[in-house]
């Protein structure tokens, strides 16, 4: 099989259909992006690389942190993790107030934004330095030193999360946030603003395709168990209520951002990270989507 061919048409082919999404112009930084960037970057676990158009161009991953974070908690605190976090998808948008309320303050998952405050309160506990210590991980993992926060999006988002602010101050009347309130946002928003391109992504996510080496990166250490139950949250959960489409399309474990980045893996073959900002309405990729939806088609192959 020649992924490189399979790849190439896919590109050529989604570059010249026309979508009709829009960028997530609630997040005001995030609607200056190019709404027609579109790259694509492809990592065999045996170091197999391509690469495609916009792939060496950095952007905001946001909800695609999310996973990292996750890694980072479910090495420190373990199966305690899952006290205050579920591992069911959820069935609403990813910023529901109503379903937390319903269960009492503790979030479907760790990817809808009121499940990853609840992991960025975690690691505001354990760390002096949090911003620090996320940062380094995503850098040691990504293998790029020069990966950074993007002030000026974590600014925009802090000026309008107001449901963000709702959320975690509903979490902390049932006793769900231990820090303060204004600190764990901090660090939440900084962590969403984090920049990688397709390739950093492709082979950040790696790991989790490739089980035959051990995953410790920055002392952070995740057994083959726990790496699988990542997987399992990223297929049931990784696209909000999305999820089960991206699942049946596609067929591979993965996790979206609202910047239009979505990074996918096929256990003990490859990571794939696709970019292009245009969303749909539950604010994933249209482009990233059937690119991804594409490559199972040809290739023949998912985890099913």
């Known amino acids: 099989m020649s992924y490189r061919n399979i790849i190439n048409d896919i590109y050529n082919y989604v570059n010249a259909c026309s979508f009709n999404g829009k960028v997530a112009s609630y997040i005001p930084e995030l609607a200056n992006v190019d709404p027609e960037k579109y790259g694509i970057s492809f990592l065999c676990v045996n170091n197999e690389e391509y690469n495609f158009g916009d792939f060496d161009e950095k952007f905001s991953i946001q909800s695609i942190s999310k996973v990292f974070s996750l890694s980072i908690a479910f090495s420190i605190v373990g199966e305690k993790i899952w006290e205050r976090v579920g591992v069911e998808p959820s069935g609403n948008p990813f910023n529901s107030m109503v379903q937390l309320e319903y269960e009492n303050g503790k979030p479907r998952n760790p990817f809808i934004n009121a499940g990853a405050l609840v992991i960025a309160d975690i690691l505001v506990s354990h760390f002096q330095s949090p911003k620090k210590e996320f940062l380094e991980f995503v850098r040691k993992i990504a293998g790029n030193n020069s990966i950074d926060y993007n002030k000026r999006i974590a600014h925009s988002e802090k000026e309008t999360g107001y449901v963000n602010t709702a959320l975690i101050n509903l979490m902390k009347s049932y006793g769900n946030i231990k820090n303060d309130i204004e600190e764990v946002l901090d660090f939440y928003f900084c962590q969403c603003s984090l920049e990688l391109t397709c390739k950093e992504l492709a082979l950040s996510f790696l790991p989790y395709a ?95």
């Open 210 to 304: 490739d089980f035959s080496e051990p995953y410790n990166f920055n002392n952070f250490a995740l057994s083959k168990s726990q790496l699988k139950r990542i997987n399992a949250l990223m297929l049931s959960c990784g696209f909000y209520d999305e999820s089960g489409e991206f699942s049946f399309k596609v067929g591979l474990p993965g996790k979206s951002g609202v910047g239009g980045g979505i990074v996918a893996i096929h256990p003990q073959k490859y990571s794939v990270a696709v970019w292009s900002p245009k969303l749909n309405e539950k604010g994933n990729s249209l482009i990233g989507m059937k690119t991804l939806e594409l490559l199972t088609t040809k290739t023949e192959a998912s985890i099913f």
